[in-house]
């Protein structure tokens, strides 16, 4: 096998992969995850961060340990409120997902003999070794 068939070989393979529908999911989730950080930041800069800066400050210039502490508390309200909306987002999205009908059990076979379960194609019961007809089921 040559080089151009391996890396086509392997291009074929990889394209399987992505063309599964989880990865397809998982990208199309962090291109929206990434788009909604940007929004949640937004609205963290816009109104939350204000309104810690209002808070009386520990230092003059609210810079140092102060400033640290509003970073802090931004990002972690912007977590905070990324997860919940994700969160939200996931269960309505899972409520309206399509559920796969249960594969019907098939009943076993049974010997007639001695009730033991046995393979389908089985010509004698592998517990009492009595011989099975094909047309015991």
């Not at 151009?4 to 998982?26: P, R, W």
């Amino acid at each position: 096998m040559g080089a151009k068939e391996k890396t086509s070989g392997l291009i074929k393979e990889f394209k399987e992969f992505a063309m599964k529908g989880n990865v397809i999911d998982m990208a199309i989730g962090v291109v929206i995850g990434a788009a909604f950080g940007k929004v949640v930041t937004a609205v963290i800069d816009i109104f939350i961060t204000p309104i810690l800066e209002a808070l009386p400050k520990l230092e003059s210039g609210g810079t140092g340990f102060a400033g640290s502490i509003i970073t802090f508390l931004g990002v972690a309200i912007e977590f905070l409120l990324t997860a919940l909306v994700l969160f939200a987002i996931i269960k309505v999205v899972n409520k309206f997902k399509r559920k796969e009908a249960p594969k019907p059990v098939e009943k076993p076979r049974l010997c007639p003999f001695c009730k033991t379960e046995i393979a389908k194609d089985a010509t004698r019961c592998p517990h009492c070794t009595s011989e099975l007809g094909p047309e015991t089921k």
